[in-house]
């Protein structure tokens, strides 16, 4: 299976601070992409990268991915109470995306 | 750009009956959607794959007959829950594949809340 692994699985933190989550898969990747989403609702795409690529910007918003590792990091830097909600990774290789189980985060005002 | 909406946002059903949800991508095409099924604080997990126009590709364990797939249009795709019973009550959630590719960035819908009573 493909399928991206989050850690940690819940994440608690103070507004202003940084949030930082890792994804782990087992196989090779075309891209692997993150995803927000708030209780009960549908997700929403925050940043795709590529097996090529190494880091990647948006925002506040900062991604790794480590081929060799088979590891990516999404870090959330000045964290809002509106960030709060679960964060997936997806990872892609020739079939479609499969998902791990998410982190939640949760941003303290 | 690239919206996809779902309909309806939340549905009650008896056991039994069949319900329709409804995917649109709304500014762009989509020869692809996929469809997933949520439960309460799991992941997504896919159900089948979406190709206007053919059959869909169903996920291993998931019943072709009673997950019923049509993708009508380049913007429409339907999942019809037939003989729905409690354990079909679940989050599904639709997306839309952009650049063709099942490998390439996808768009979520809303969601739609399925309880079957």
């Known amino acids: 299976s493909q399928q991206g692994e989050e850690d940690p699985q819940a994440l608690s933190i103070q507004e202003g601070e940084n949030a930082t989550m890792n994804c782990s898969y087992k196989t090779s990747i075309n891209n692997l992409q993150w995803y927000r989403q708030n209780s009960g609702r549908g997700l929403v795409h925050l940043i795709l990268?590529?097996?090529?690529?190494r880091e990647k910007h948006s925002g506040r918003l900062r991604v790794t991915l480590d081929t060799s590792k088979k590891s990516s990091s999404l870090l959330i830097t000045a964290s809002r109470a509106a960030d709060t909600a679960s964060y997936f990774c997806a990872v892609s290789g020739n079939t479609p995306l499969v998902f791990g189980k998410g982190t939640r985060l949760s941003v303290i005002a | 750009g690239a919206v996809v909406s779902q309909h309806p946002s939340w549905v009650i059903c008896k056991s039994g009956t069949s319900v329709k949800i409804e995917c649109r991508s709304l500014?762009?095409?989509?020869?692809?959607m996929f469809w997933y099924r949520q439960f309460p604080k799991q992941s997504l997990m896919l159900m089948a794959t979406?190709?206007?126009?053919?059959?869909?590709?169903?996920e291993q364990g998931v019943e072709k007959d009673k997950f019923l797939i049509n993708h009508a249009s380049l913007t429409l795709s339907t999942l019809t829950v037939t003989s729905a019973h409690p354990e079909d009550s679940s989050f599904y959630i639709c997306?839309?594949?952009?650049?063709?590719?099942?490998?390439?960035?996808?768009?979520f819908g809303p969601g739609t809340r399925l309880t079957v009573t």
């Open positions: 990268i590529r097996s090529n690529e």
């Open positions: 997306s839309a594949g952009v650049g063709g590719g099942a490998g390439n960035e996808q768009y």
């Open positions: 979406s190709n206007e126009g053919s059959k869909a590709t169903y």
């Open positions: 500014d762009f095409q989509a020869t692809t």
